[in-house]
Nanobody, 118 residues
Framework: VQLQASGGGLVQAGGSLRLSCEAS????????VGWFRQAPGKEREFVGSIRWSPAISKYADFVKGRFTISRDYAKKTIYLQMNNLKPEDTAVYYCAARILASDNYSSWGQGTLVTVSS
């Protein structure tokens, strides 16, 4: 699976950004795409994920109610809509993919930097 993330940038606290992750795979039916982030000096953490079909998503507790993951089946793209951003959301965001039968995210896209100013 090849993944291409985009959409990062600089935003003020309380603002919104939408990240995109375009996925190129041989098959999508058993694919799960996750979003992760890594802030400076911190370990990478799970943000949320979505199963390609059906589009079932789950989220880390710290983003529930603020972030939404969706997918555009025709565009083969996963979105991470981030609302009410906080300075602590500043990080490099990555999308990654795994198959349903595995817990291992084996394919990773390049990161996209999100900076939230206070």
């Amino acid at each position: 699976v090849q993944l291409q993330a985009s959409g990062g940038g600089l935003v003020q606290a309380g603002g919104s950004l939408r990240l995109s992750c375009e996925a190129s795979a041989r098959a999508y039916s058993n694919l799960i795409v996750g979003w992760f982030r890594q802030a400076p000096g911190k370990e990478r953490e799970f943000v949320g994920s979505i199963r390609w079909s059906p589009a079932i998503s789950k989220y880390a507790d710290f983003v529930k109610g603020r972030f939404t993951i969706s997918r555009d089946y025709a565009k083969k793209t996963i979105y991470l809509q981030m609302n009410n951003l906080k300075p602590e959301d500043t990080a490099v965001y990555y999308c990654a993919a795994r198959i349903l039968a595995s817990d291992n995210y084996s394919s990773w896209g390049q990161g996209t930097l999100v900076t939230v100013s206070s």
